[in-house]
Structures are given as C-alpha cells and as structure tokens.
C-alpha cells in the first residue's frame, strides 16, 4: 500500500501515476497526513516550485524539489514539475531508472505528432523528450520515428474517410491476462447466433449511414473472430458485403484470427474469398509451457501449421502479436521465440509488454505469478526489438498502459508497406471509427472543432442482444446529430 497526500494542487491522477511507475500493482490511497506505517508521499506546489516528501513509518526521509522554466507558469508547467519532483525523488529513492522519464500519456507518439505540428524539428522533439521528462533517448528516438512513420500514413487521410470496426467477443476459453470482452465459448455457444443477428442490425444502421463516405480500412476484432464456425462466419462477411463495399480498391481488411486453435483451411479461405487482405495470428510466446500456463490449449505446432497453411492460401499480410514478460518467461525465452519468428518471416510483429488489467485472472491471482523485473523487461525489449530490426521491420505504431510491467510500451514492428492502416488511426485520432458489436465504441472526429466524440456499446453480450435497437438509436442520435460539422 502507498498513501500519497497533495498541498496547494488537486492533481491526484497525477500523483498517483508517477507512483506507480515506481511502485506498481499495489493500492493507493490519499490521505490527510503521513501515516504510521509504510510509505507517504506529499506533493506540494507553491507558486512555482513543486516539493515532493518522502515519509517512512511517518518519519520525513527525503525530499526534492523542482522551478517551473523561467517564465513559465502555464498549468501545463505547473504539472510537468510537480509530477518531475514526485519522479526524481523516487528515482533516487528506489534507483530505477524509468525510461519513458515522467511522461505519462498513453500515445507518446501523438505528443510528438502535436510537437511536429507545431513546427518543432526532429532533433527538439527529442530535446523535449528527454530534457523537459527524462526520457531515454533510445525512447524518445523511438517515439519520433513511430511519429514519423504515422504522418506518412496520415497525410493520405480525406475528409469523408472512414473505418470500421466489428467485435466478436467470443473466445474458446479465457487467456491468463485478458482483459477484454471476451466471452468462452464453452458458456456462450448458444448466443452466437442471437449476436449475429443483433450486429447484422447495427450493420445495415452503420452501412446505411457510411453510404456516402470513403471506407478506408476494416477490422474485426474480438475477442477471437475465428472462433465462429466456417458457416457463422462467412454469413457474417454477406452481410457485412451487403452494406460495405468489403472488396473496393485500396481497401486494407483486416481479420483478427487470434488463437491458433480456432483458424482453420476452410475459415481462411472464406477470408480469402471476401476480400480480407491482413490476418492476425497471435502466438504470443512459441514456448510450449507459457502457452499452458496463460491457458492456451494450442501448441506451437499448430501455430506454425495455420501459420502456413494461411500463406499457401495466398495470405501475404499476416501480423503476430507478442507479450514479453509472461509468467516464468526469460530473456532466454524472448530468443528463442524471436527464432521463431525469424524462421516464419511475419509481415508485421505487434509486441506487447504484459500488463497486469484489472479484469483479468492474471490480476486475481496474483499471488501466484512472479512478475519479470523491470532490468529483466528491458533485456526482453532490446532482444525483440534487434531482431525485428534484423528482420527488416521498423516501428511504426505504439501505445503504453498502466501496470505495464516495467512501465513500457506495446510496439508494432513491419516490413516495407505491411504498417496496419487502422492501428495508426486508431492511436492518433484522427479519423471517425464506427463500431459494431459488444463493448464496441465509435469514434467520431470533428475536424472543424478539433473534437472527439465517443458512443459506446454495452460490454454485456446479453445486453447487446437485447439492447441492440437502443444501441442502434444512440448511435443514430449521436452520428446524425454531429454529421454537420463533420463531413
Ligand atoms: S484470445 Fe485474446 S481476447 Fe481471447 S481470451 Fe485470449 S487474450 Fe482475451
């Protein structure tokens, strides 16, 4: 447990994620004044110096201090130098050494997408970086040339460009450390088809709207969308081609195939056959005893047979996703799965550092689970990141998560061309996403107010399935209602 305790400011947010950077997957809590036992940290601001206190059983141990920049008393400086104190003081405390520094948002690229927008160079965007936050600098490279790479792909956006996601929240049983809406087939079978029926509504409401807009990218992610049969999910892809045009020029289609156990020759040919043109296989580790212990009941064969058979049929964008850091996994291990994907030669790698979410067994249990140390993480991401670059891949997309072990980031790695349209622009915001399905949330972007609007789905299946005109009616409430000022 940390206690923390603010004084001439209510950043508490703030506060508490600078703490958990250094001490996480723990309880926080505020309180009035140091207590007894265990740890409190005081974050005081006067005018412009920020004093972070250590306390330890209630007695004052350390404390640092930290000025605005001279002439800057923005609240945005105010901030930067009550969470910098907080930082600094317990970087010296613990001796860890952060590399994201005290940068706390989730899209560290987009800060330096805005910082290029304004007309900052290469070389001050990464002065920001690691001056102003502490960032390392192999960090702020990284988050320049994922920027870099994103502006790219978001200098071709239009005006009347859209995506669209549809989720299948359906697993064959649930992963260690999920946290998503996912629900086991083993429970829900006899709601599959109850689902379908509701998302083909929500389909023709979606298509219906986007009549006249340009359909740029589609995913269908999940949960695991192979887990449908062959049938369910060719008859999903009709309806989906009654009210999109799925096999338009130029149209990147993504499928989530997810879980090794549940893609088959059939079901990849029918998503041959629709026009999907970038598939998802997700091992997350080729180590046969981390695939038993997150709950998965493939084995690394059959990765490695879907994996070929996709390709026999003419798959040539196939994405793998990885998380470093799964319990009782090295560095070793780390390599030897890179071997792996050395040999098979991905299109793209999406690796994940393990994040310790609030909903997942992973989180329940955690007294089962040693966790990777941060020194440990770091081994696992210089080895992923050699040989993705060996590879021939570069970053191009990236996003970090509370409780991540060790604080770091998810990145997404391809060849020449292979970048994932929708990731990008599902991190920068700035296209309008709609979304169909359970827990699903659309996104609409206004550009003449540079604003952001979010209609979301309920989580529930159940829900969804019984809710499904209501869902349809918030959205037709919401879209019509922004389409003036948006397209
Ligand atoms: S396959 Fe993905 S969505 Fe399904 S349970 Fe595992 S982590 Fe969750």
Same mark, same amino acid.
């Given at each position: 447990?940390?206690?923390?305790?603010?004084?001439?400011?209510? %950043?508490?947010?703030?506060?508490?994620?600078?703490?958990? #950077?250094?001490?996480?997957?723990?309880h926080?809590?505020?309180?009035?004044?140091?207590?007894?036992?265990?740890?409190?940290?005081?974050?005081i $601001?006067?005018?412009?110096?920020?004093?972070?206190?250590?306390? *330890? &059983?209630?007695?004052?141990?350390?404390? %640092?201090?930290?000025?605005?920049?001279?002439?800057?008393?923005? *609240?945005?400086?105010?901030?930067?130098?009550?969470?910098?104190?907080?930082?600094?003081?317990?970087?010296?405390? +613990?001796?860890?050494?952060?590399? %994201?520094?005290?940068?706390?948002?989730?899209?560290?690229?987009?800060?330096?997408?805005?910082?290029l927008?304004?007309?900052?160079?290469?070389?001050?965007?990464?002065?920001? =970086?690691?001056?102003?936050?502490?960032?390392?600098?192999?960090?702020?490279?990284?988050a320049?040339?994922?920027?870099?790479?994103?502006?790219? !792909?978001?200098?071709?956006?239009?005006?009347?460009?859209?995506? =669209?996601?549809?989720?299948?929240?359906?697993?064959?049983?649930?992963?260690l450390?999920?946290?998503?809406?996912?629900?086991?087939?083993?429970?829900?079978?006899?709601?599959?088809?109850?689902? =379908?029926?509701?998302?083909?509504?929500?389909?023709?409401?979606?298509?219906? @709207?986007?009549?006249?807009?340009?359909?740029?990218?589609?995913?269908?992610?999940?949960?695991?969308?192979?887990?449908? +049969? *062959?049938?369910?999910?060719? %008859?999903?892809?009709?309806?989906?081609?009654?009210?999109?045009?799925?096999?338009?020029?130029?149209?990147?289609?993504?499928v989530?195939?997810?879980?090794?156990?549940?893609?088959?020759?059939?079901?990849?040919?029918?998503?041959?056959?629709?026009?999907? &043109?970038?598939?998802?296989?997700?091992?997350?580790?080729?180590?046969?005893?981390?695939?038993? !212990?997150?709950?998965?009941?493939?084995?690394?064969?059959?990765?490695k047979?879907?994996?070929?058979?996709?390709?026999?049929?003419?798959?040539?964008?196939?994405?793998?996703? $990885?998380?470093?850091?799964?319990?009782?996994?090295?560095a070793?291990?780390?390599?030897?799965?890179?071997a792996?994907?050395?040999?098979?030669?991905?299109?793209?790698?999406?690796?994940? +550092?393990?994040?310790?979410?609030?909903?997942?067994?992973?989180?329940? &249990?955690?007294?089962?689970?040693?966790?990777?140390?941060?020194?440990?993480?770091?081994?696992?991401?210089?080895?992923?990141?050699?040989?993705?670059?060996?590879?021939?891949?570069?970053?191009?997309?990236?996003?970090?998560?509370?409780?991540?072990?060790g604080?770091?980031?998810?990145?997404?790695?391809?060849?020449?061309?292979?970048?994932? #349209?929708?990731?990008?622009?599902?991190?920068?915001?700035?296209? +309008?996403?709609?979304?169909?399905?359970?827990?699903?949330?659309?996104?609409?972007?206004?550009?003449?107010? &540079?604003?952001?609007?979010?209609?979301?789905?309920?989580?529930? #299946?159940? *829900?969804?399935?019984?809710?499904?005109?209501e869902?349809?009616?918030?959205?037709r409430?919401?879209? @019509?209602?922004?389409?003036?000022?948006?397209?």
């Amino acid at each position: 447990m940390i206690y923390f305790m603010t004084k001439g400011h209510t %950043w508490e947010h703030d506060v508490q994620t600078i703490i958990q #950077v250094f001490y996480p997957n723990t309880h926080y809590y505020t309180t009035e004044q140091p207590v007894q036992e265990g740890i409190t940290i005081e974050s005081i $601001l006067q005018g412009e110096k920020a004093i972070a206190v250590f306390y *330890e &059983n209630g007695i004052q141990k350390e404390q %640092w201090e930290m000025l605005c920049q001279k002439g800057q008393s923005t *609240e945005k400086e105010k901030k930067r130098v009550v969470k910098g104190s907080i930082y600094q003081l317990l970087k010296q405390k +613990t001796a860890m050494r952060p590399q %994201w520094g005290f940068i706390t948002g989730v899209r560290p690229a987009k800060a330096v997408n805005e910082l290029l927008d304004k007309g900052y160079t290469p070389q001050q965007c990464i002065c920001y =970086l690691t001056e102003g936050y502490d960032v390392t600098p192999k960090k702020a490279k990284l988050a320049l040339d994922v920027a870099q790479s994103e502006r790219e !792909i978001l200098s071709q956006n239009g005006g009347e460009d859209i995506s =669209l996601y549809v989720g299948i929240p359906f697993c064959p049983t649930r992963c260690l450390y999920c946290s998503f809406t996912s629900y086991p087939l083993t429970q829900y079978q006899s709601r599959v088809e109850q689902y =379908l029926q509701a998302l083909k509504k929500e389909l023709a409401f979606l298509g219906e @709207y986007a009549k006249n807009l340009q359909l740029k990218t589609v995913y269908v992610g999940g949960g695991t969308p192979t887990s449908l +049969t *062959e049938e369910q999910m060719k %008859w999903l892809f009709e309806k989906m081609a009654e009210h999109f045009d799925l096999q338009k020029q130029g149209l990147e289609f993504t499928v989530e195939a997810g879980r090794a156990d549940t893609i088959t020759k059939g079901k990849l040919s029918v998503m041959k056959e629709y026009g999907v &043109n970038r598939i998802s296989i997700n091992p997350q580790t080729m180590n046969q005893k981390t695939l038993h !212990i997150i709950g998965r009941e493939h084995t690394v064969e059959d990765v490695k047979k879907v994996y070929f058979q996709a390709r026999e049929l003419g798959h040539d964008n196939i994405n793998m996703d $990885l998380i470093l850091g799964l319990p009782q996994e090295t560095a070793e291990d780390v390599e030897q799965t890179m071997a792996e994907m050395e040999k098979l030669r991905p299109d793209s790698l999406t690796i994940h +550092t393990l994040a310790v979410k609030r909903a997942s067994r992973l989180k329940e &249990n955690f007294d089962l689970y040693t966790l990777t140390k941060a020194k440990e993480m770091e081994k696992m991401i210089s080895i992923a990141f050699e040989r993705a670059e060996a590879m021939g891949m570069k970053p191009y997309y990236m996003y970090r998560q509370k409780n991540m072990v060790g604080n770091f980031e998810n990145v997404g790695y391809c060849m020449p061309h292979k970048q994932c #349209v929708y990731n990008v622009q599902i991190m920068e915001e700035k296209q +309008t996403i709609l979304a169909a399905g359970a827990g699903a949330s659309t996104k609409t972007v206004d550009f003449s107010q &540079n604003r952001i609007e979010r209609i979301f789905n309920v989580k529930s #299946v159940e *829900e969804y399935i019984s809710r499904i005109d209501e869902m349809i009616e918030r959205k037709r409430q919401g879209l @019509y209602g922004l389409q003036k000022n948006m397209f």
